[in-house]
């Protein structure tokens, strides 16, 4: 099955967050491997994206470990 990369907008529609709660909890999110860095675009720029299914199994092991998210 493919599934396509979500954009800051996405990710952001995804976990219901502003975005300064997410650039808060970006280098958490770039650790874990929920959020990579990808070139886009002519000329090419680096874009945040994740994958929607990564964001869902992340936030559920947060909430099983009982750490607010």
Same mark, same amino acid.
């Given at each position: 099955?493919?599934?396509?990369?979500?954009?800051?907008?996405?990710?952001? #529609?995804? +976990?219901?967050? /502003?975005?300064?709660?997410f &650039?808060?909890?970006? #280098?958490? +999110?770039?650790? /874990?491997?929920?959020?990579? &860095?990808?070139?886009?675009?002519?000329?090419?720029?680096?874009?945040?994206?994740?994958?929607?299914?990564?964001i869902?199994?992340?936030?559920?092991?947060?909430?099983?470990?009982?750490?607010?998210?």
């Open positions: 099955m493919y599934e396509e990369a979500v954009y800051l907008e996405g990710i952001l #529609k995804t +976990l219901g967050w /502003s975005k300064a709660k &650039y808060y909890k970006k #280098k958490e +999110l770039i650790s /874990s491997g929920v959020v990579f &860095y990808r070139n886009q675009g002519r000329p090419p720029r680096r874009r945040l994206c994740a994958f929607p299914s990564k869902k199994n992340w936030v559920s092991l947060k909430s099983t470990k009982g750490e607010m998210i």
